[in-house]
């Protein structure tokens, strides 16, 4: 069964971090761009970041530049984002998906998808 998962959100302080993994199983990630998407509510799903198959190139929406990094680690099957100075703005569900293209802003273009998970950035 093909499947990702994601899991490390929670409740954090603003200024604060999380690690938000995606680990794919039934399938290989080695082949796929992986990104990472978020929806918070009343809001449209955007892009965040994105990972190469090779994980050589990142790509960051604005929002986050400088502040989220992702990373991949194919041996155990797994995407990273480590979320850092994180913001109240930053509050939403975040969605990992894989896609067999390069990395694409579109989520149209992603073969895969989780199931997601809640980031609350709150005092």
């Known amino acids: 069964q093909v499947q990702l998962v994601e899991s490390g959100g929670g409740l954090v302080q603003p200024g604060g971090s999380l690690r938000l993994s995606c680990t794919a199983s039934g399938f290989t990630l080695d082949y796929y761009a992986i990104g990472w998407f978020r929806q918070a509510p009343g809001k449209e799903r955007e892009g965040v970041s994105c990972i190469s198959n090779s994980g050589g190139s990142q790509y960051y929406a604005d929002s986050v530049k400088g502040r989220f990094t992702i990373s991949r680690d194919n041996a155990k099957n797994t995407v990273y984002l480590q979320m850092t100075s994180l913001k109240p703005e930053d509050t939403a569900v975040y969605y990992c998906?894989?896609?067999?293209?390069?990395?694409?802003?579109?989520?149209?273009?992603?073969?895969?998808w989780g199931q997601g998970t809640q980031v609350t950035v709150s005092s």
């Open positions: 998906a894989a896609s067999f293209k390069p990395c694409r802003w579109s989520g149209e273009e992603y073969d895969y």
